[in-house]
């Protein structure tokens, strides 16, 4: 059994990776700042350190396998508007991090990368020798920062794998009755967004553009359930080598467009979702489908939920969950 550090384990993915790794029988430390997080989502078992990345080598030592890396500011348009702060944080705060690995001799780093480092994609499903372009400062950031970890696996003998999320949903359960889910806020994703007017919580999903390029004019993506992305996380590390930077994607390979997503909604829930079409937002592609062939081949990662109605009766079950405590 290993030990490791979890940045940003009180996020959303990174909570459940850590929870994850736990139920391996992995001993975890969680350094989060709870800027974005939430002390609750910390898995019981686990340490927790509230403190920035900036501050890692106060906790990390050899007695450490691993760090699996989440803690990242992440809302594209607020990168739009404040860079620096993306910069500051994600990339210098990174370098800080990977010089406190190298201090206390801790040779392995999972990182969560994203699509948003292929920008507009030229084609689709998207591989990882696919041209980057980003088109946010956020993309930008996070490819910087798969560039800095190729050079510290080159340079310095680090054992890497960079992970590149498509979208992100669903939730955790456990065994002992927790749950993990998104509880971003303010929320701008897509299908907790949508789960909220099911919810009666917002009165209408606003459809953002439904004269893409596509089969019903709206945007489509490749949702991934954050259960099936934890476990890569896992595979990555048991597949991590010395001097070795692994870079795969993370998606199932299938399209939905906001449509689709908003009929699955209703289906799932039983409850209307009453829509309307607001202008395009700014940066957002027509398509973005992974190409997992690579995770498939190099980590033997399988996708167990990758059913869109699979994922979304999980955030369903979660949404349902997050407004019972709050009542
Ligand atoms: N959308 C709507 N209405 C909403 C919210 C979203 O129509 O109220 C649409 C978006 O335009 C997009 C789709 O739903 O077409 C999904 O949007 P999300 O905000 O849920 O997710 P994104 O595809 O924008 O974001 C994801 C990741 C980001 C990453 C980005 C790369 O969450 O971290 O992909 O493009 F940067």
Redesign the pocket.
């Known amino acids: 059994m290993s030990k490791y550090l979890v940045t940003g384990g009180a996020g959303y993915v990174g909570s459940v990776v850590a929870a994850h790794l736990l139920a391996a029988g992995h001993t975890v430390t969680v350094l989060d700042d709870l800027d974005t997080g939430f002390e609750r989502g910390v898995p019981a078992g686990a340490a927790f350190v509230r403190g920035r990345i900036q501050e890692a080598a106060d906790v990390l030592d050899p007695s450490y396998d691993g760090v699996l890396h989440f803690a990242a500011h992440?809302r594209?348009g607020e990168s739009v508007e404040d860079p620096e702060k993306y910069w500051r944080n994600n990339v210098a705060g990174t370098l800080d991090l990977l010089a406190a690995m190298r201090a206390a001799q801790v040779r392995t780093l999972v990182f969560s990368s994203?699509?948003?480092v292929y920008g507009e994609p030229e084609r689709t499903p998207i591989t990882e020798t696919d041209p980057t372009a980003p088109?946010?400062p956020?993309?930008s950031s996070k490819l910087a920062v798969d560039h800095m970890i190729g050079g510290e696996c080159a340079a310095h003998g680090l054992a890497a794998a960079s992970l590149r999320?498509?979208?992100?949903a669903g939730a955790h359960f456990t065994d002992d009755g927790a749950a993990y889910g998104e509880r971003h806020d303010p929320e701008?994703?897509?299908?907790p967004?949508?789960l909220q007017v099911a919810q009666g919580r917002r009165e209408s999903?606003?459809?953002?553009?439904d004269d893409y390029p596509t089969p019903d004019g709206?945007?489509?993506?490749d949702y991934i359930h954050v259960a099936d992305l934890a476990r890569a996380h896992l595979l990555a590390l048991e597949q991590a080598m010395p001097g070795e930077h692994l870079i795969c994607n993370l998606g199932n390979g299938n399209g939905f467009s906001?449509r689709e997503?908003i009929e699955t909604v209703r289906e799932v829930t039983g409850h209307p979702v009453p829509e309307t079409v607001?202008p395009?937002?700014s940066?957002?592609?027509a398509v973005?489908v992974a190409s997992a062939d690579r995770a498939r081949g190099e980590l033997g990662w399988r996708p167990e939920r990758a059913d869109l109605a699979a994922i979304v009766e999980d955030a369903w079950r979660f949404a349902q969950r997050v407004a019972e405590e709050s009542a």
Not at 188 to 191: P, R, V, Y
Request: hydrophobic share 45%; with cysteine.
């Open positions: 992440s594209v994203t699509a948003a088109t946010s956020y993309g999320y498509f979208n992100v701008t994703h897509l299908i967004l949508v999903v606003s459809v953002f553009g709206t945007c489509v993506r906001v997503v607001a395009r937002r940066g957002d592609p973005l």
